[in-house]
């Protein structure tokens, strides 16, 4: 090649790195991952993009890795095509927005800068029909992942058995625990022993789970300051005015005669006291905080308008609330339970304690756990495919 020949190849090549700004995005890989890429160039690649995938029956998890191998950014937004009819229905450690087929993820206050040789990842959970395809057009920050050549992928996944179970396409955020890496809940929970703390755990489990592969594992202890909790106080308030919770549970002990209670909505219109969802005299129960009523009626007659919670196996048990009118209605693995239920009508033995005030919660977090105010004993309990909505999800 003569000298004016290869000058020109070179002023070529310089073109084109200063188009991309510096910034290539190539996908690598890596066992039981999904790659967002083809063939990687020659020379290592200023960043790679990875897709890691644990895909079920009518849903999957994912997990995008951005390395950077070239100059620090302080923020990142990632944007894809899905290549066909997938849904999102939550994510963490970004937030995600989907119209159609594309999606834009955009990173959170605490994950913005990556430094050089740095990586930075995020997740989502989603719902599919038919063939879950790999998806397209990865870009980072307005650069296309390969430069101006189309990628080409090829996916392997693994699968977990049974079902999804948090495909439903109402939830504004379903959680199976899959995206959890380690034993302490993280991301969205955080534990938390509200007044006092004393031997209760809460834990990620791999042993048994609903669906998919971990739980919430609960080891609740007698006593009132034996409490533990996991609370998410991102996502509630996105559901009001109307919160509709659907949650999976399994647990070991019977509910007690004394009260116990395994989920509490922390109330900020009822001076940030709880609405708690537990137990009394040996069937479900709802207990407002603030003034202690009860719903139903702890008589005989009110308590036999609920019901037992079974033990030893996965129950589905779903809630709503309004803070428009205060109603309350509940059901377990689909039937609703009467004595579980406020309707705005007066029904003797059931609601005669809550109709004493008016209410009109307005709900900010999510609490899972377990608390005994004496004599209520201890528990072993687990949760999955916790669901919040705008509208009934259902137990499917």
């Excluded at 048994?208 to 998410?232: E, K, M, P």
């Excluded at 559901?239 to 070991?252: C, D, Q, Y």
Aim: a negative charge; aromatic letters at 8%.
């Amino acid at each position: 090649m003569d000298t004016s020949r290869r000058r020109a190849s070179a002023r070529r090549l310089a073109a084109v790195l200063a188009a991309l700004g510096g910034l290539v995005l190539a996908a690598i890989i890596v066992p039981n991952a999904r790659a967002t890429s083809g063939a990687a160039p020659a020379a290592t690649p200023p960043c790679q993009v990875t897709d890691q995938v644990n895909q079920w029956a009518g849903g999957f998890t994912s997990t995008i890795t951005v390395t950077n191998n070239g100059p620090a950014i302080a923020s990142w937004t990632v944007t894809w095509t899905f290549g066909g009819n997938q849904h999102v229905t939550s994510a963490w450690s970004a937030q995600v927005a989907q119209n159609g087929s594309a999606v834009t993820a955009t990173n959170e206050s605490y994950d913005g800068p990556v430094p050089a040789g740095g990586s930075v990842s995020f997740g989502f959970q989603a719902t599919y029909s038919g063939a879950n395809d790999t998806p397209v057009d990865f870009a980072v920050n307005g650069q296309p992942c390969n430069g101006d050549t189309p990628p080409t992928s090829t996916t392997t996944t693994t699968t977990t058995t049974g079902g999804s179970g948090c495909s439903s396409p109402t939830a504004i955020r379903c959680d199976g625990f899959e995206d959890q890496t380690g034993s302490t809940p993280s991301g969205r929970w955080s534990t938390v022993t509200p007044n006092c703390g004393g031997t209760g755990t809460a834990s990620i489990s791999t042993a048994t789970a609903h669906t998919g592969a971990r739980s919430l594992q609960i080891n609740g202890a007698d006593g009132y300051c034996n409490h533990v909790f996991v609370d998410d106080t991102t996502d509630p308030p996105a559901a009001s005015p109307t919160w509709f919770v659907r949650f999976w549970i399994k647990h070991t002990t019977p509910l007690p005669t004394g009260h116990v209670t395994f989920l509490a909505m922390n109330d900020g219109a009822a001076g940030n006291t709880d609405l708690r969802l537990g137990g009394q005299n040996g069937a479900l129960m709802w207990n407002r905080q603030s003034d202690d009523a009860t719903l139903p009626d702890q008589s005989p007659a009110g308590v036999a308008q609920s019901v037992q919670l079974p033990v030893n196996a996965w129950t589905c048990v779903e809630f709503s609330v309004s803070g428009a009118d205060g109603q309350i209605h509940t059901w377990v693995n689909g039937s609703a339970v009467p004595g579980l239920t406020e309707d705005g009508v007066p029904t003797p033995n059931i609601d005669d304690q809550w109709l004493g005030r008016a209410w009109r919660p307005r709900l900010t977090d999510l609490k899972l756990g377990w608390e005994s105010y004496g004599g209520g004993g201890p528990d072993g309990l687990w949760f999955d495919d916790v669901a919040l909505g705008t509208s009934r999800i259902g137990c499917g």
